[in-house]
């Protein structure tokens, strides 16, 4: 799970994983932002608009124009490039499926489906 320390949303969602019996690798994603494979997947899966933080100064540095100027290919280096551009908590999933945001239902749908 890419987190950012001083971030409250990512501290509940380690803690609901954790209440779960889930562990997970934490990686600071402002200094270690996930690989482009990782961002490609999600964009494939999630959609461009749900990978980029958007209330956060580097969108904001940016600008709403810009990014929504920026082919895939150029939102994915800008995402890559800077990890506060990325909506977090990101949750890479062994089968490499992604979460953004913490959404505790979406969560528990995606990693605990029902039969």
Request: charged letters at 20%.
């Amino acid at each position: 799970m890419y987190s950012y320390p001083a971030c409250g949303t990512c501290r509940k969602a380690l803690a609901w994983l954790r209440e779960r019996g889930l562990e997970v690798e934490l990686r600071d994603i402002t200094q270690q932002p996930p690989s482009p494979a990782e961002l490609s997947a999600a964009l494939v899966q999630l959609g461009r608009k749900r990978l980029f933080n958007t209330s956060g100064q580097s969108y904001r540095a940016l600008g709403a124009a810009m990014v929504q100027a920026m082919s895939d290919d150029q939102a994915l280096v800008a995402l890559a490039a800077d990890g506060k551009l990325i909506k977090r908590p990101f949750l890479v999933l062994p089968d490499g499926l992604s979460l953004t945001g913490f959404q505790p239902a979406e969560w528990q749908a995606l990693l605990d489906p029902q039969p």
